[in-house]
């Protein structure tokens, strides 16, 4: 599914065609997504101007005066701009159509994606929750070597949790405990505080490698602009199985940690 970096890198591509525009009307081809978009969703974004849009997670917010659109891409959407006339295809279940004359078009094949309405977004159910973001300053192995006292859990699972911190799947987790140099199958508690810093640290620069090359290529991905990402040619171990690793030549291992397939060098992490 589209993680943080893809998200973001979705949010800056539609942010300068929305903000500051008015919404003319708003089409629900389908309502049916992994919750049903609600059915006075159109009456309440039509006449409104988004001021901003903006992330937390993995879902983006677009705000107005009188409330916050909640929009999740799930397993294989994408939104992006389009002319407001651009015929629409099969997965095109919602357009948000702009007094500039473009629109906003959220295509999910699965369905799996939500788009749902709040006035306090902040304290929607799917939201109030949530980890502190990882780019954020409030982030860093201080507050992860904190979270982690007497946790067993593997360090993997541990830091994907996003009620420790936000946005950190599968391809980012195994990329940094990479960096950082730490066994995947490591326990949390037991990681020390010097490494916790390294680790937040491996954190946080993949992700901003991976939003610099606009997210990780993946299937069902692709930009705002309608462009796919292009960060998994730097990967360092995901999905490098048997390859040698690009520190010291050791075969990248694989091993199944919370029913996710982790990779990870032998030989440079412990």
């Known amino acids: ?25 708003v089409v629900v081809r389908d309502r049916r997504l992994r919750w049903p978009v609600p059915a006075d969703i159109d009456r309440k974004l039509a006449g409104t101007t988004i001021d901003r849009v903006h992330r937390r997670a993995k879902y983006l917010l677009f705000e107005t005066a009188s409330g916050t659109m909640l929009m999740h891409l799930g397993m294989s959407g994408s939104v992006r701009i389009i002319e407001a006339d651009e015929p629409a295809m099969k997965h095109d279940h919602v357009d948000v159509l702009l007094a500039s004359g473009k629109a906003l078009r959220f295509r999910d094949p699965r369905r799996f994606g939500c788009l749902l309405w709040a006035e306090e977004p902040l304290e929607h159910p799917l939201l109030r929750d949530l980890g502190p973001e990882p780019l954020a300053d409030d982030f860093d192995g201080d507050y992860l070597w904190r979270r982690a006292r007497g946790r067993k859990v593997s360090i993997k699972p541990f830091i994907m949790n996003a009620n420790i911190v936000v946005g950190v799947g599968n391809i980012y987790a195994s990329e940094a ?43 069902d991905f692709s930009g705002g602009d309608g462009e796919p990402g292009y960060f998994r040619q730097q990967l360092d171990v995901y999905e490098r199985a048997g390859r040698p690793c690009r520190r010291c030549e050791t075969p990248i291992s694989a091993v199944v940690l919370g029913q996710r397939s982790s990779y990870y060098c032998k030989r440079c992490q412990r």
Do not use: C, Y
């Not at 599914?1 to 009307?25: D, F, H, Y």
């Not at 990681?191 to 993946?218: C, F, H, P, W, Y």
């Open 1 to 25: 599914m589209p993680e943080l970096p893809e998200v973001e890198t979705s949010r800056r591509g539609i942010a300068p065609w929305v903000e500051k525009q008015t919404v003319k009307t």
């Open 177 to 219: 405990l990479f960096g950082a140099g730490i066994h995947p199958r490591r326990q949390a508690g037991r990681v020390s505080a010097e490494r916790m810093n390294l680790l937040a640290d491996a954190i946080k620069a993949v992700l901003q490698r991976a939003i610099r090359a606009g997210g990780t290529t993946l299937r």
